[in-house]
């Protein structure tokens, strides 16, 4: 079962046009002009307008094997005659084993934005993350152009997970695209690297944040399963007792401090309700073993999305709407008071010359007013 998503994450943008960030005015010289599009897509005959291509964010640790999970994805929708869209976001990756439709790195050169800027490589990513971001409406626009022919749009994202999922750059990507494509994030764990349940604790805390920023259908992929079966991890998930136990257990075998105990014990009871609307997936990025399971989760993420995720974002985007009509209509009731109170204190005289005609009335009481200025003219 895939995550029950509750409501879209920050503002809601009035389609992907308005969540747009407005297109960089001009490139600097760490960027190139705009997104290339290598465009295999194109090359595909045209259907007739269908249902829009799932997006799959694909976020993980380092290592992970985001980038091995999208090379197997993109084999498994070519072999079942599918047609994937694929978007490389990380500009720091030297080599993907896949043909990126779009590809950061033709657009922003990490290296040169690290020595004009004087960054490490995490402030690098996040920049050249913003330095792409202010022309993501080219990407929406290609999306758009290609939607018709694509069956997924996969979206790489750079393995320093933070700076995708807690950055302004990372929310507007994100919610751009959900705004107007039925989204889906994909967790990458690595297997192996979970085996111990304070690093699965870890990992799922992760997987909650995630979801507590993006609020979007969300599937767990654990990776790896050629070296680690992730059964371990699916029944810790499942049954409480099952975690306490090897929690129990790893307390005696990792020397860990006393404090670790109860913090990762009180933890796994906030989590065990998190648990229950995740939907975990056995994958094997190296075997391709799972495959035909993502997919099917990535279906169910799919159907969640127009059941949960779009009527609510459709309620924000009405609400915000109607509140704005509110302002516009106060504004306009106070206007109108304010005209009232004007008359209403206006000198007979006033009114007299907007009587005898209101043009020439206006004028000649504001060319009196400016005469008068200064010379303070006793009433008669
Ligand atoms: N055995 C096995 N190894 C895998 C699998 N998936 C990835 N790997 C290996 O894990 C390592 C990291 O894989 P990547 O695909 O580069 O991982 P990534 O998450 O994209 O890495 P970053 O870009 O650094 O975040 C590589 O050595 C892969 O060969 C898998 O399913 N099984």
């Not at 599009?37 to 985001?66: E, H």
């Amino acid at each position: 079962m895939s995550s029950k998503s509750t409501a879209p994450a920050s503002q809601p943008a009035t389609g992907s046009a308005a969540a747009r960030p407005p297109a960089a005015a001009s490139s600097t010289s760490t960027t190139a002009p705009s997104p290339a599009s290598t465009d295999a897509a194109a090359a595909a005959p045209t259907t007739p307008a269908k249902k829009l291509p799932t997006c799959v964010l694909l976020v993980g640790m380092a290592g992970s094997g985001k980038t091995s999970v999208m090379q197997r994805m993109n084999a498994h929708l070519l072999t079942t005659k599918q047609r994937p869209y694929i978007v490389n976001l990380d500009p720091a990756v030297t080599h993907v084993p896949y043909a990126p439709n779009i590809d950061i790195r033709d657009t922003v050169k990490y290296a040169e934005v690290m020595k004009q800027y004087q960054l490490g490589p995490n402030g690098a990513i996040l920049t050249s993350l913003n330095l792409f971001t202010t022309k993501f409406d080219q990407v929406l626009d290609l999306l758009e152009k290609r939607q018709d022919s694509v069956d997924y749009i996969l979206i790489d994202t750079p393995g320093q997970i933070e700076v995708f999922t807690w950055s302004a750059s990372g929310s507007i990507i994100t919610d751009s695209l959900a705004a107007t494509y039925p989204t889906v994030v994909a967790f990458v764990v690595d297997t192996p690297r979970s085996a111990s349940p304070a690093t699965f604790m870890s990992n799922m805390l992760y997987a909650c944040s995630i979801l507590y920023r993006t609020r979007l259908p969300f599937v767990v992929l654990f990776n790896k399963s050629d070296v680690t079966d992730p059964a371990f991890a699916i029944e810790w998930m499942r049954d409480f007792e099952a975690f306490q136990s090897a929690l129990h257990a790893s307390d005696h075998s990792d020397h860990e401090p006393p404090y670790m105990h109860s913090l990762v014990q009180s933890m796994s009871l906030v989590l065990d309700e998190f648990y229950s609307i995740l939907d975990p997936v056995s994958f094997s990025a190296v075997t391709g073993l799972g495959a035909p399971a993502l997919f099917e989760a990535f279906g169910r993420a799919r159907d969640e999305y127009f059941k949960e995720y779009k009527p609510e974002l459709e309620r924000l985007i009405q609400e915000r709407e109607k509140r704005q009509k509110d302002q516009r209509q106060r504004q306009m009731e106070k206007l109108m008071r304010d005209i009232k109170l004007e008359e209403a204190q206006g000198t007979g005289t006033e009114k007299g010359q907007v009587g005898a005609g209101a043009d020439a009335g206006a004028g000649s009481a504001g060319q009196e007013q400016s005469k008068g200025k200064g010379k303070a003219k006793p009433r008669k």
